[in-house]
Each structure stands twice: as C-alpha cells, then as structure tokens.
C-alpha cells in the first residue's frame, strides 16, 4: 500500500497549514479556563491540504501535540494575554529592540518565518499568538 506522504518542511511553505485553538467558551477565550479544541487551518490548495491531511493523520499530530503539549499550548495563550501587545511594544521601545527580538524574548522561539526551524515549537508558538 502507497500512502504516498510527504515531508512537510520541503514540500510546502510555513503558511500552507496553521496551528489553531479554539476556545470552547468566554473563560477560555480570555485564559481563565483551559477548555479549547486544538486544530489545524489548511490553506494550500486542494491537493496540497489533502496530503497534509494524511501526513497528520498517520502521523498522529492532532493526538500528539494534545496530549504531550497541552501545557505549552495553555502557556502560548497565557502569556498572548497577560503580555499584549501593548506590553511588546513598551519593551521594543524601552530597550530599542525590534518586534522580533522582544517576541523572541517573551516567547523564546523566533517570529521569523524563515528562522522557524532553527527553535522547537516555533512555528505552533506564532500560530497560537496570531
């Protein structure tokens, strides 16, 4: 049997799937309670968003990144919360870095979509904050 899957870092952009969360109620929403489905937005073409599809499915990303990276994705959210944007630009403009370098700081994975595979998790730790 051909399952015919690719590897995703070679054969597509960052951009063509993103990780989401989606808050099953307001105190998710704003981080009070942690009750979220984790997901995936695939916007590839077609036949690209089918191959990603069997790639996370025999794989079992989706299954994966719940139950042994729940808790990085719970801490994702909170710090998006208790630092807005407002927090980042304060020290952007307090220390003279860019928003890339206090992002950097705050989140300790790069922003930059070409430097995403130099830090674990940077690519779920961006999609999570946007």
Not at 27 to 51: A, D, P, Q, W
Request: proline share 2%.
């Amino acid at each position: 049997m051909k399952l015919n899957i690719f590897h995703p870092y070679t054969q597509f952009k960052n951009q063509g799937v993103k990780f989401k969360f989606y808050p099953e109620n307001y105190k998710s929403l704003i981080g009070v309670s942690h009750n979220y489905k984790f997901g995936f937005l695939y916007t590839e073409s077609t036949l690209v968003n089918r191959s990603l599809k069997k790639y996370v499915s025999f794989f079992g990303i989706k299954e994966i990144y719940e139950s042994c990276h729940s808790d990085l994705i719970k801490d994702i959210i909170d710090k998006r919360i208790t630092y807005s944007s407002k927090y980042l630009a304060t020290i952007q403009k307090s220390y003279k870095l860019s928003f890339e370098q206090s992002y950097k700081i705050l989140f300790e994975t790069n922003y930059e979509d070409d430097l995403l595979h130099k830090r674990p998790f940077s690519k779920l730790k961006k999609d999570i904050y946007k």
